[in-house]
């Protein structure tokens, strides 16, 4: 996917953003939830106008940003060798965020929807996303594991990232799971740090290995 037609379809994501605000605004109250807690209660508010423009403002930096990370990138660790995997998972993580916030807003207006539902299967959906193309994204500074030892290394980067693809698919299956089945809502966070963990730890592990050998 070329980066304009990424920025096309990043936009196009902007506009179904403003589009729902338009539509919601006479509904949302005074004071609109931004923040849910894991008992799918709100725990944060914004006055309307600020509340109702937060999709579309975060919508819109990360159309920003899309466009804006491939030419800032230092030489050496440039986007353009796999910009079309970067393109994809950009969009991937905007479309995620996007049915976060809309629901947000649905539910600040009076329909009954579950929060801690709709960002649980919204994030196992994006970390399946991520995983599957892991293992094509290539070292730099904005997307992927970078530790220390992944950064400092072109093999230690490949093969945390290979194994890594495993490890986000399978936490995000988990965690789809864990909704589906009724499963305590500590259990996405703890399944969530606990593969960023093992990702950090292996990326270690294999830089130990690499430097030894």
């Not at 259990?187 to 830089?207: D, E, G, I, K, N």
Request: glycine letters at 8%; aromatic letters at 12%; charged letters at 10%.
């Amino acid at each position: 996917m070329k980066l304009s037609r990424s920025l096309l379809v990043s936009l196009v994501f902007v506009a179904i953003a403003l589009a729902a605000v338009l539509w919601l605004y006479p509904s949302l109250p005074p004071q609109v939830p931004v923040h849910w807690n894991l008992q799918g209660a709100p725990d944060g508010y914004r006055s309307r106008p600020w509340g109702a423009a937060m999709p579309v403002l975060i919508m819109a930096g990360l159309s920003f940003l899309l466009w804006l990370l491939p030419g800032i990138s230092p030489r050496g660790f440039e986007l353009s060798s796999f910009s079309s995997v970067y393109a994809l998972l950009m969009l991937a993580v905007q479309a995620a965020l996007l049915v976060i916030l809309l629901a947000g807003l649905v539910a600040s207006a009076g329909y009954a929807v579950s929060m801690w539902k709709v960002t649980s299967l919204s994030l196992g959906a994006l970390l399946m996303v991520l995983g599957n193309f892991m293992g094509k994204l290539r070292k730099n500074f904005f997307i992927g594991i970078r530790t220390p030892w992944t950064l400092s290394s072109d093999a230690v980067w490949e093969r945390t990232h290979r194994a890594g693809g495993w490890m986000f698919v399978a936490t995000g299956a988990l965690v789809m799971l864990a909704v589906a089945f009724g499963g305590p809502r500590w259990l996405t966070f703890a399944l969530v740090l606990l593969m960023a963990a093992a990702c950090v730890l292996y990326s270690l592990l294999v830089y130990r290995h690499i430097e030894r050998r």
